[in-house]
């Protein structure tokens, strides 16, 4: 990601790195999805599975709370590969804040690069 993005961010990204799953357009739930990093707006995520450009995602989290998965929805803005991975970057339908607040409390800021 570039300066000029990172200038457009309304807000700021932290650290979440969970295990997750996601149902694409396909109905199919993939297999080996790692939860990056997130912002009220969006998240970055590592996944096995190759995911297109406007597809609809559900994503589901698991936190270390005891509760069920955290489930947030929104939609590829952008996919390229890495390695024998996909990296993933989602934009949320609408901006939950107090569903973002359960992951917030167990991620740290991103270090600036």
Known sequence: ??????????????????PAKFKDSRNDYG???????????GARLIARDRSFINDSLAL??????????????????????QDVMW????????????KLHRLFKFA???AEE
Do not use: C
């Open 60 to 81: 589901l989290v698991e936190l270390p709370d005891g509760q069920g998965p955290l489930n947030l929805n929104g939609y590829v803005v952008w996919a390229k590969p």
């Open 1 to 18: 990601m570039d300066a000029i993005d990172e200038e457009r961010r309304l807000f700021d990204r932290f650290s979440a790195r969970f």
């Open 31 to 41: 297999t080996e999805v790692f939860l990056r990093d997130a912002s009220a707006g």
């Open 87 to 98: 990296e993933i970057g989602i934009t949320f339908h609408r901006i939950e804040l107090l």
């Open 108 to 110: 740290l800021p991103v």
